[in-house]
């Protein structure tokens, strides 16, 4: 996975933090770049001079969200340390549930930009694929501390229970839902 460069102009960094902003709450394309570089205060030159499209805008929205939302799923598993291994697992799941309440109020911004991007060679859905398949690792790493005979498998059942429960719990079917996919992966983990 490439970073997002550190290493942005101010006018650069406002232009992405304000496309992230404009594209999770109202959607890639119901933002144009005239709504991006008015409301980050530059021209519209200067967001295609710092970023060449709003494709790549895209894709670099959607690199910096997954790199906080992987930092912050490590950083709760790992205040876990302590806990039993096969208990790190559901772990994510409380990390899913911190970051629904807090950033993610209208469902996964991956799952969304995936029903918007549906050319496969756009720059984002890469990113998209990537931030899937990272979770889908992540699982498997830590099943596989925990001694799971087949990790791969516990994780792929994992992995689509917490797809799963943010997309019933955006849609308001299942307000819970996050918290019936940790009692369902609790069962998985046990029988594993």
């Not at 910096?64 to 559901?90: C, F, K, M, N, S």
Request: aromatic share 6%.
């Amino acid at each position: 996975m490439q970073t997002v460069d550190k290493a942005l102009t101010p006018a650069a960094r406002r232009v992405l933090d304000v496309a992230g902003k404009l594209f999770y709450d109202n959607g890639i394309h119901a933002v144009g770049v005239e709504w991006i570089a008015a409301e980050a205060g530059v021209t519209k030159k200067t967001l295609y001079d710092r970023f060449g499209s709003k494709d790549t805008l895209v894709a670099r929205y959607l690199r910096q969200r997954d790199e906080r939302w992987r930092e912050h799923v490590r950083d709760i598993v790992e205040r876990g340390r302590t806990t039993a291994p096969e208990r790190r697992l559901l772990l994510v799941f409380d990390a899913l549930e911190a970051w629904m309440d807090q950033v993610n109020p209208r469902g996964c911004a991956f799952v969304n930009a995936h029903a918007e991007l549906p050319d496969g060679d756009h720059p984002g859905r890469q990113v998209i694929t990537e931030q899937k398949q990272w979770l889908l690792d992540y699982l498997n790493a830590l099943a596989r501390e925990a001694e799971i005979r087949n990790p791969r498998r516990l994780a792929e059942e994992l992995v689509v229970l917490l797809e799963g429960a943010t997309v019933v719990r955006t849609a308001g079917v299942v307000p819970a839902a996050i918290a019936a996919a940790k009692r369902a992966a609790r069962k998985l983990i046990a029988d594993a």
